[in-house]
């Protein structure tokens, strides 16, 4: 499934070139005309992209809540996505030989910049294509289609049904559009390391399994296809004939898209060994680059990332034995980690009412945290936010927790999501700074805010920047802090224990993919120092196989926050704002690391000169 980050999209119309303009008029511009003329000119292009790329994507569509082509699935072909890479590089191109970044106002000339890179970037990227995982177990579309279909695809009336069964039908095609990308990659050599398959077709059995494909239960998407078509006010013969329609679908399209793709995943384990890194793949050194490149949005080497990890953290440490000494804990850090893995205070119960229960205390959270906002945002989003668990067809493959954005047009809030599969996997020590990095201050303060921007193009509001994010989302967790949220030194620990969590992403990411550790060895280095139980810590280092560079993001993105906090506190003295300088961070939504810093250095250098 395409990652709704970035939309790119035809060809400028010469009526909008400034020249066509000059020649009409008998006056010359001066040239704040032509910085208007030019900027509007170049913001309309952006638009005229943007609705272009949304045009070749119906499931984007549906994302951004509209009603068009609900019908239709994305073309998944190798061709498709060739076809795409050469319009990005036409229309960077483009871009380059008609405007002039010096003839824009200030906006429109970050505007420019930022279409640059993210256009450099998807084709570096695409350059590296065949080596990227089409299926793996954290976000392959055997699993994000049903959910998707589930949480995506509204049903209130009678063509919306008939959308619904048309997209099932369409399934088929598509999830074989995949599996033609798999199988190419397979004879290339690209192979998923042996642990991965079983995940993947157990998560396809999820699917098809329960009725109508076999006896018990309903299956997930039958479930969910009764519960929305039940609901439509018309006769029931009706309903029961669409629903009939559906169930077709089920079986003539899904199950055999399914049961596909679990026999290829069957013959591609076969192949498969235990090498887990991706410098077993073609290019490795030059691909791995690019993804930290792509995640980072800086140029630091492997070897520099591993090495800030080992230095981040060493200095966390040293603040979590502060912590142990405040709870009079006798024993070395190691053995307090055993303790809080341990100890049954530090977990609800596995069952239905302690799901509850972390339910209900997540969303207190979240609540004392939207009572804080005034004293720390100039900006807040229109947009409100709900805490929902993971639902369970998707627990075994989904993420601890995670956030998905409102819809554009409102009809849909952001969503803090928990997976609650295993409470034990959900320590209550990490509660608050799980809820402050998914929820509020982080991701949906971000998000939420960039995609409500008024007057800049949507590439800009509704794209995003892995280390931009997850750096103010990491942020986040530690500005509750100053106001006195965390009273309770064990949950302070949990924000030290979030903390040293994704510092230590930095040396496990670079160590299996660059330095060859194995599995077990970041799975070690990891039991060894934080306190996250073995289940997590497992499931983590199984991501960051799969998805070489992402982890490395949000520890490099906390960073350069940070720095550029302190440096403005200190350049600015009692002229800081901690308001101010947060809408400087989320005022022109998300943002490479370097941008955002000569962003926070030009408030630093206006607020200086003002009295």
Known sequence: MRHFTLLLTSALSAGLLLSGCQAKSQKTPNKNEIIETQSKALNDWFEARFQDELARSPMSQTYLGKKTNRDKLDDASQLALNEEAALQEAWLIEMRKNFDIDRLDPQTALSYR?????????????????????????SGPHAQLPAFMINYQTVETVEDAQNYIARLNAIK??????????????????????????????????????????????????????????????EDDKKSALIDEAKAALLGSVQPAYLNLINMFARHQEAATQDDGIWKLPNAEDYYAARLKHYTTTDLSADEIHDIGLKEVARIQDEMREIMKQVKFEGSLKEFFNFLRTDPQFTLP???????????????????????????????????????????????????????????????????????????????????????????????????????????????????????IE?????????????????????????????????????????????????????????????????????????????????????????????????????????????????????????????????????????????
């Not at 989003?381 to 668990?389: F, G, L, S, T």
């Open 114 to 138: 930022l279409y640059e890179f993210a256009a450099e970037d998807a084709l570096a990227s695409h350059k590296f294509a065949n080596n990227e995982y089409v299926f793996q177990h954290m």
């Open 173 to 234: 095609t598509y999830m074989g559009q995949h599996a033609e990308r798999a199988e190419t990659q397979f004879e290339a050599g690209v192979i998923l390391p042996k642990f991965v398959y079983p995940k993947i077709s157990n998560a396809c059995r999820n699917v098809i399994t329960g009725m109508p494909f076999t006896k018990g239960e309903d299956s997930p998407l039958y479930a969910d296809i009764k519960a929305k078509f039940s609901k439509l006010d018309i």
């Open 350 to 468: 596995n069952t239905d009412k302690g799901r509850e229960s972390y339910m209900k205390e997540a969303t207190a959270i979240i609540d004392e945290m939207k009572s804080q906002l005034d004293g720390l945002f100039i900006t807040k989003p229109k947009a409100d936010m709900v805490v929902k668990r993971v639902e369970p067809f998707r627990e075994d493959t989904a993420f601890g927790a995670f956030y998905n954005r409102p819809a554009a047009d409102g009809s849909r809030p952001g969503t803090y999501y928990v997976n609650l599969r295993d409470v034990k996997e959900q320590p209550i020590y990490l509660m608050q700074a799980l809820a402050y990095h998914e929820g509020i201050p982080g991701h949906h303060m971000q998000i939420a805010i960039g995609m409500e921007l008024e007057g800049l193009p949507k590439f800009r509001t509704l794209g995003g920047h892995t280390s931009y």
């Open 471 to 611: 750096g103010w989302a990491l942020y986040s967790e530690s500005v509750p802090k100053e106001l006195g949220l965390y009273t309770d030194p064990y949950k302070d620990f949990g924000r030290l224990s979030m903390e040293i969590f994704r510092a230590a992403r930095l040396v496990v990411d670079t160590g299996i993919h660059a330095k060859k550790w194995t599995r077990e060895q970041a799975v070690q280095y990891y039991l060894d120092n934080i306190p996250n139980p073995e289940g997590d810590v497992r499931a983590e280092i199984d991501r960051y196989i799969v998805w070489p560079g992402q982890a490395t993001a949000y520890k490099i993105g906390m960073i350069k926050i940070q720095e550029l906090r302190k440096s403005a506190e200190q350049r600015l003295g009692e002229k800081f704002d901690i308001r101010e300088f947060h809408d400087v961070v989320l005022a022109n939504g998300s943002v490479p690391l370097k941008v955002l810093e000569e962003l926070v250095d030009n408030w630093v250098k206006s607020k200086s000169k003002s009295k």
